[in-house]
C-alpha cells in the first residue's frame, strides 16, 4: 500500500526489472525472502551477467529462473553454497545474510568504527558487512542495542535495502 515504508522500493524494484512480483498483482512484501530471491534480485540488479561457470549444485536445475543468478553470484563471491553441492534456494534469508550479500555485491567497502550491536560481535562474518549497512543507511538495528542477525528477512525489507544501497534514485 501507499505510505508503507516498502513502498517507493518496491516500485523501484519492478520498474528497475529487479522483479515482477509474486503475481500480476502481488509483491507479498511479507513473505520470507529466500537465497534464490535474492541472488535474482541482485543479479537482475547487474542487468543478469553471463555466469560462465559450470553448476556444482545438485539443487540448482539448469531451467529454474535463479539458475543463472546463483552461478554469478558465486563466481562474483557474493555468496557461496550451503555445502560443496547444494545452494539450499529454498531456504530462507537471514538479515544478516542479506547485508553480507549487498555488502559484498558492493566490493566490500571499508567502514571505521565499531557496529554498535551486541548480537553482532567482532570476527562474525556479517561484521564488515552490517557496520557499512549501518553507516550507509540501508538499515538500522532492530532495537538500540540488536541487530537480530538471525532474524529472517522479508521481500520488502530486502528490496528496501537494496533501494537504499543505491541511494534511493530519484524517479
Given at each position: 500500500?501507499?505510505?508503507?515504508?516498502?513502498?517507493?522500493?518496491?516500485l523501484w524494484?519492478?520498474?528497475?526489472?529487479?522483479?515482477e512480483g509474486t503475481s500480476d498483482t502481488t509483491f507479498s512484501p511479507n513473505m520470507t525472502?529466500?537465497?534464490a530471491q535474492i541472488?535474482?534480485?541482485?543479479?537482475?540488479?547487474?542487468?543478469?551477467?553471463?555466469?560462465?561457470?559450470?553448476n556444482p549444485f545438485a539443487d540448482v536445475k539448469s531451467t529454474a529462473y535463479y539458475a543463472g543468478a546463483v552461478l554469478w553470484a558465486v563466481r562474483e563471491d557474493i555468496t557461496k553454497g550451503t555445502t560443496n553441492t547444494t545452494f539450499s534456494p529454498?531456504?530462507?534469508?537471514?538479515?544478516?545474510?542479506i547485508v553480507t550479500f549487498l555488502w559484498?555485491?558492493?566490493g566490500e567497502p571499508t567502514v571505521g568504527g565499531n557496529v554498535g550491536f551486541v548480537d553482532v560481535t567482532p570476527g562474525s562474518y556479517?561484521?564488515?558487512?552490517?557496520k557499512w549497512a549501518v553507516a550507509n543507511g540501508i538499515t538500522k538495528g532492530t532495537d538500540a542495542t540488536h541487530f537480530s542477525p538471525n532474524a529472517t528477512c522479508t521481500r520488502g525489507q530486502?528490496?528496501?535495502?537494496?533501494?537504499r544501497a543505491e541511494g534511493e534514485p530519484a524517479g
Open positions: 500500500p501507499a505510505g508503507s515504508y516498502y513502498y517507493d522500493a518496491v524494484a519492478v520498474e528497475n526489472g529487479i522483479t525472502c529466500t537465497r541472488v535474482a534480485f541482485l543479479w537482475r540488479s547487474e542487468k543478469s551477467p553471463a555466469a560462465g561457470t559450470a529454498d531456504a530462507d534469508c537471514t538479515r544478516a545474510q559484498r555485491a558492493a556479517c561484521y564488515e558487512a552490517v530486502v528490496v528496501t535495502f537494496m533501494y
